[in-house]
């Protein structure tokens, strides 16, 4: 008897060749896009967004084109409590989001894991660049081979019981791969653009998108450095994040940088690039992908997307929270953005830093 897999589909070419190498393995596969927001309720052009009717065709016509059943899921009221809610909670209370991160913890590897149980399916695919391995019962949640597209870091809220069922099939492959079989297979989307931007902010311009969304202003205050001296005034908390050096609006006579935000004061710190360094962090809401360990761990970690592990240990507080340090400073860690551990290849566990 084959296994059943619930292809989410984005209508992307990563999520695309996915579905056709588990038909190629022999799972019986459905597709299913998310449905996560209409673009007039966010007062969204349609051409600009993923999600759009756009992408829902070109995944369409990729399920069809592999003789697999094709459905749209409404999840709109989940994204928007747990993934654009979250978001503007975090802006507002001076922190960074990884709204992101967010999307795939609640909503792909949540509500669609739930919808697999329901539809009494055995997997969850997505287009991923991860990689699962099991061992002794155990699943561990490895980087991509791609090293350039790794998403390891946006999956580290997974659970044993989501790895049992999730497959990542694009793990072992490159980009450059994946464009390739896309091709030989006459996808219309093989040489679709990536998407870089938050599919709800896709002009980056967040102060705005939070304004037109709350309908709130977001008043100016101060500027103030390290000290609490006034330094000049801001355009609002919601528009700026550590180690932010342009868009300030200010002259200083020297390089200032975003290095904290106080929603209670209104207040903005701007301090030198020398003091945007600090060797510590505590993260909360921490998720050990295998188990916590009973003492300290030697490890390497990443406190953003895009950047080089640094060597570090990390601290057990509680169930929840562990304390990192450094061996080497680090640049402008941002309240409100994840902390991911590794040992070599393999994710430790992740969480959201304060």
């Known amino acids: 008897m084959s296994k059943k897999a619930i292809i989410a589909m984005s209508g992307g070419v990563d999520s695309s060749v996915a579905a056709f190498l588990m038909k190629s393995r022999g799972f019986d596969c459905i597709g299913a896009t998310m449905k996560l927001y209409d673009n007039d309720d966010l007062a969204l052009s349609r051409e600009k967004t993923c999600c759009s009717l756009d992408d829902i065709e070109d995944a369409r016509a990729v399920a069809g084109r592999l003789d697999m059943p094709y459905y749209v899921f409404n999840f709109k009221e989940d994204f928007k409590e747990k993934v654009i809610d979250r978001f503007i909670f975090t802006y507002e209370n001076g922190g960074t989001p990884n709204p992101c991160i967010d999307c795939n913890r609640y ?24 990689r699962i391995e099991e061992k002794e019962g155990r699943f561990f949640l490895k980087k991509a081979v ?27 492959y490159t980009k450059i791969q994946i464009r390739e079989i896309a091709e030989k297979q006459g996808f219309l ?21 939070i304004e037109n969304y709350t309908g709130k202003t977001y008043p100016p205050g101060d500027f103030v450095d390290s000290y609490g001296n006034v330094l000049g005034r801001h355009q609002g908390i919601i528009r700026y994040t550590n180690g932010q050096r342009k868009g300030l609006g200010v002259a200083f006579g020297k390089p200032m940088y975003v290095s904290g935000k106080n929603p209670k004061k209104n207040t903005v710190t701007l301090c030198s690039n020398d003091e945007l360094f600090s060797a510590e962090l505590t993260a909360d809401n921490f998720n050990w992908i295998i188990s916590a360990p009973d003492k300290e761990v030697k490890c390497t970690a990443k406190v953003r997307y895009n950047m080089q592990e640094q060597n570090a240990t990390a601290y057990v507080i509680d169930e929840n929270k562990v304390k990192i340090v ?14 991911v551990l590794y040992d070599g290849d393999t994710v430790l566990g992740g969480g959201t830093i304060l």
């Open 107 to 130: 909503l792909k590897f949540e509500k669609l894991f739930q919808r697999m149980k329901e539809l009494e399916y055995d997997f969850v695919v997505t287009g991923h660049y991860a």
């Open 146 to 172: 791609d090293a350039s597209k790794d998403q390891s870091y946006v999956l580290y809220s997974l659970t044993q019981q989501q790895l049992a069922h999730i497959i990542f099939p694009l793990g072992e």
């Open 189 to 209: 989307n093989a040489r679709k653009k990536d998407s870089q931007d938050i599919c709800f902010v896709p002009d980056g311009d967040y102060a705005k998108f």
């Open 326 to 339: 450094f061996d080497e400073p680090q640049r402008a860690i941002t309240k409100g953005q994840a902390v």
